[in-house]
């Protein structure tokens, strides 16, 4: 997935809301109110989607199970108690021992708040899927190579390894899978990753002598702004590291570097690149992030957030035809219910929702693109590794 379901969520629920109406004073403070971007639930849809009729389709309340509040309990993020016959959600992840009133920690909310944002959560998604998938963005990169023994690098007493640069970095996320070492004796070398001038993380990788051996790497992820450094220190090697060729990634820089190891300032110190390799390979891929450039485009997808959910209520109307919409007003028959609301989901007309959803995607996607975000130019100056040049 390329975006934060759970970030999103959050930032979208101000974005469309009910308009306080007998049966809003159900839902939570998030779910009513005045609306960013002046759209509504249950104002400006099908006349059918009331407050009302939407949560006479929720499940009985009688139903949930839904456990008392302890403060010994470490609740995640959305876990849901009851203490003093009010029910809670919780706002964070590790919730221990944080009283139920501290806000920062818990918030005060409704089933009826609860069944309606996992509805919109599903929503959120489905309009997501349809304007973001459209145009995904991959890469598996294999930057890894057999070399021999007519190409072995000196020891110089030096940090040697890769600065790696994400193109659009804010957008891109880059997974390391697996790193290979190639190495003239048998050896375990411990790697440094470092963002900036920080340490990230560490972590030992092994080989067998003059063969090309992969280690696998899990959840190693270079992500934001800044410059990363993978690294490892010559001063351990026993024997000397292969040089080879192993080319580059269409979307990250991978850019060879080698300072003293007595460095600690890695921003100020790593001023140039070379073409050596050190007896190192990568197996990577990179995904787009694209969940800063959503949240501050949120109000972009306002129309589509409202037509899809009158699409997905109406098609919950349809699909439980026993149920009794507006029962006391009804002035038709079900049957005839049912083929108003077929045409409205499913019609070719051109005042149908269906057709006005197609409308609203097409300018959605026009609108945002994507690729464009995350890749913002052409990578035509990558390096490629050439023991020969």
Known sequence: MNYDLSTIQTAFLPELKFRPDNY???????????????????????????????LSFMPLTSEW?????SAGTTYSLGDLVISGGLYYVSQQNTNLN??????????????QS????????????????KSILANPLFDHAKLYNNADNSDLIVNASK???????????????????????????AEMVTMYLYKQNTLVTSFDITNTAKELTFTDITDLVISGEGRWFLFYDQDQLTGQAYNSVIGSSKYVYILPFEVPNTTTDFINDVTAFGSNSYGLGLDLSVYADLTP????????????????????????????????INANERNMSRQT??????????????????????V??????????FKEVALPGENNNLITFNSFG
């Open 98 to 111: 944080h009283a139920i009133n501290l806000t920062a920690w818990w918030k005060v909310t409704t089933l």
């Open 293 to 324: 450039f959503i949240v501050a485009n949120k109000q972009m997808f306002s129309e589509c957030i409202q037509m899809q959910w009158q699409h997905d209520i109406l098609y919950m109307f349809l699909a439980n035809p026993d149920a009794m």
């Open 65 to 69: 199970s839904v456990s008392a509040y």
């Open 159 to 185: 940090f040697v390894g890769f600065e790696i640069r994400p193109t659009g970095s804010q957008h891109l996320r880059v997974i390391l899978n697996r790193i290979s070492a190639q190495f003239s004796t």
């Open 24 to 54: 809003s004073s159900l839902l939570d403070a998030e779910l009513v109110g005045v609306s960013n971007s002046g759209r509504y639930y249950n104002s400006g849809v099908n006349p059918l989607i009331t407050s009302k009729n939407v």
């Open 114 to 129: 609860v069944w309606i944002k996992n509805k919109l959560l599903g929503i959120f998604e489905t309009v997501l899927s």
């Open 337 to 358: 219910l049912q083929e108003m609301l077929l045409l409205e989901i499913h019609g070719d007309n051109k005042h149908s929702l269906a057709s006005q959803m197609e």
């Open 360 to 369: 609203a995607y097409h300018k959605l996607k026009r609108s945002l693109d």
